[in-house]
C-alpha cells in the first residue's frame, strides 16, 4: 500500500497563547466501513510489549524516530489530518499504547495538542499519543459527525460529512501497520465535541478501544452496540458554562454529567450504588464498582472548573472569561493514564 503523507509539525510549546488563538473563538462552542492507506511491514527484531502482555501490531521493527509528525492519509477516499507524537525513547521492538486525543467543536488537532500538553505525558509514560482532526468546517477549525446528535448551535451534520467513527477504526489500522503499538493498549480521550466522540467510540468500536476518558463531554449515546462493557473515566468542571454539569444546554447537552456515568454505569452491569470520594480538594470521585466484564465507571467532578482540560497548560484571561475558571486541582492526562494501564482490552463472553 501507498505511504501515508508525513510533515514535521510546528512545535508551539513556548507560546501556548498562539496556539491557542484561535480557541477563543473555537471553545466557547465545543460542545462504517472503508479502506486507508497505509505502510506495508516486515519482519524484524525480536519485539517486547509494555504492560505485560504479548500482543504487538505489524509496525514492530520499521525504523521510526521520536518526534512529531502530521499525517495526511487518504481514509474512505477523503485526505485527512492526525498529529502524531512518538516518544522520547521510543524503540520499534517494544510495542507501546496508543492514545488518541480528539479536539473540541471549531477547533484543531494543533489547539488539541496545545490545549492538553499530552506530549509531554506520552514522552514521561512511554505511549504514542495522536491528535486526529475532524472534517466538518466550523468557525476557526472543524467538527466531528457524531452519529445521530446536530452540530453546534443545532445545525444538522452535511449530507456528505464523511463517517468518523470509521475513519478513526481505519486510522488505528494505519498506525498499528506504521508504530509499535500493543492493540491491547488502544485509548480514546477527547475535549468536549471531541469527548462526546470519544463516547461514541466506547459504543461503536469496543472492540478496538480498550477504555475512554471523555473530558468535558461525557454521553451515553442512544443506541449503544458496544460488545463488551467498555472502562469509562470522565472529567467535568462545576463551573463549564458550555456543556453545563446539570445539562439543560444545547440540542446535544440535555441531561447532565451525573446521569451520563450513571447511564454507563447501568449500561456497564455495574452496582447501581455508587461510591463518593474526594481524592484531592475540590475533587469528588463518584466511582461504580462492581462492574462487568472488569470494567469501570469514574466520573471526577472538579469545583472551580469551567470548560477547559482539568491540569492543562495556563490558559489566557481571554479564554477563561468565556470559558469560566481553570483550576489544578487535579491532573487529567496522569489520572486518566493511570485508569488506562489499570484497563487493558479483555475478552468478554455475554452481552454487555
Known sequence: MPQPNMRRSKRYRSTIAVALGGLVLALAGCGGSGSATSTTSSSGPTTTVAANSTSTSAGCGLPVSPGTVTMTPTINGKSRVA????????????????VLNLHGSQSTALEQEALTDMDATADADQFIVVYPQGDIPAGTGFEWNVPNEPLLG????????????????????????????????????????????????????????????????????????STRPVPVISFHGLDDPVDPYNGNGQKYWTYSVPVAAQRWAAHNDCSAKAVVSQPDPGVTLTAYPNCGGGSAVELYSIAGEGHEWPGGPHLPRAITKLLGPQTTAISANSTMWAFFLAHPLRPFVGAP
Open 83 to 98: 498529529i502524531v507524537h512518538v516518544p522520547t525513547g521510543y524503540r520499534a521492538t517494544t510495542a507501546v499504547a496508543l
Open 154 to 225: 443545532g445545525a444538522a451534520v452535511p449530507a456528505d460529512a464523511p463517517n468518523d467513527v470509521s475513519f478513526i477504526e481505519q486510522l488505528v489500522i494505519l498506525l498499528e501497520h506504521h508504530y509499535c503499538i500493543n492493540p491491547q493498549r488502544v485509548y480514546s480521550t477527547g475535549f468536549s465535541g471531541g469527548a462526546r466522540m470519544s463516547s461514541q467510540l466506547g459504543c461503536d468500536a469496543s472492540g478496538v478501544f480498550a477504555a475512554v476518558a471523555p473530558v468535558s463531554g461525557l454521553r451515553l449515546p442512544t443506541p449503544c452496540p
